[in-house]
């Protein structure tokens, strides 16, 4: 269950802000920003737990 409109937002500790309003589309935008900018595999828990609305 979701709520229309609401946009996931995770702020990334190098000062990017990366949101997206599906959070599967998010993790997925994450991970590949952790990865290419920092060589970091994050999990989908991960972004989740960094995530916020
Ligand atoms: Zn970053």
Do not use: F
């Amino acid at each position: 269950m979701k709520n229309a409109g609401e946009i996931y937002t995770v702020e990334c500790p190098c000062g990017s802000i990366i949101s997206d309003s599906e959070m599967s589309e998010l993790i997925l935008q994450v991970q590949e920003h952790a990865k290419i900018n920092h060589d970091m595999l994050l999990t989908a828990q991960d972004v989740e737990d960094m995530a916020h609305t």
